[in-house]
């Protein structure tokens, strides 16, 4: 059975700095079973953004209000995905999920990660 | 980019009652169309895909139906564990948008 554990990451970011976020995949392979390897944030308080994914052949899509500072890339040696977000600012603080999406819904998600923009 | 919006934004209901929360997408989206569920403090758990099929597990008084471009989702009788907020979310196209949210409470 798949599992989601996220790395605790930091906590911290400074602003214009760049967020990185590792989610590691046990029980299955990254390059197997078609599945969408995705991030989702969460503001706190606020709802669910979804970022973007990257299919299990590196094929990737973001959202259109991140693209140009998002991305997510596979690590199929070490069977993770990773989010990194560029030129960060206090409006990126937000719980970081990482998700496994089958067919277009997520069916399971990582723990979250809660990181702060702040100097 | 196709918007989704939901209602209300949060309601309050009694332990029994049916509960009724609508999300409506600005284009057709076919049957391409989620909810789920985040209890507080809790990650979100996926409660219905393709508008109406139950995921794996969930009781059958949640329920999801269809009309066009808009969504519903219901939960029979309200139980005091379905304190949370629900969110849709449409999967026809990317961005895999989710609604703003709506946050069910017991009175």
């Known amino acids: 059975q798949v599992q989601l554990q996220q790395e605790s990451g930091p906590g911290l970011v400074k602003p214009s700095e760049t967020l990185s976020l590792t989610c590691t995949v046990s029980?299955?392979?990254?390059?197997?079973?078609?599945?969408?390897w995705t991030w989702i944030r969460q503001p706190p308080g606020k709802g669910l953004e979804w970022l973007g994914y990257?299919?299990?052949?590196?094929?990737?899509s973001y959202t259109p209000s991140l693209r140009g500072r998002v991305t997510i890339s596979l690590d199929v040696a070490k069977n993770q995905f990773s989010l990194k977000l560029n030129s960060v600012t206090p409006a990126d603080t937000a719980v970081y999920y990482c998700a496994k999406d089958s067919f277009g819904v997520v069916t399971l998600w990582g723990q979250g990660s809660l990181v702060t923009v702040s100097p | 980019d196709i918007q989704m919006t939901q209602s209300p934004s949060s309601l309050s209901a009694s332990i029994g009652d049916r509960v009724t929360i609508t999300c409506r997408a600005s284009?057709?989206?076919?049957?391409?169309l989620a909810w789920y569920q985040q209890k507080p403090g809790r990650v979100p758990k996926l409660l219905i895909y393709?508008?109406?099929t139950l995921f794996s597990g969930v009781p059958f008084r949640f329920r999801g139906s269809q009309s066009g471009t808009e969504f519903t989702l219901t939960i029979d009788s309200l139980q005091p564990e379905d304190v949370a907020t629900y969110y849709c979310?449409?999967?026809?196209?990317?961005?895999?948008?989710f609604g703003p949210g709506t946050k069910v409470e017991v009175k």
């Open positions: 990257i299919y299990f052949d590196g094929t990737t």
């Open positions: 029980g299955g392979s990254v390059i197997t079973g078609s599945y969408y």
């Open positions: 284009q057709d989206i076919s049957n391409h």
């Open positions: 393709g508008a109406s």
């Open positions: 979310q449409k999967y026809s196209v990317t961005p895999r948008t």
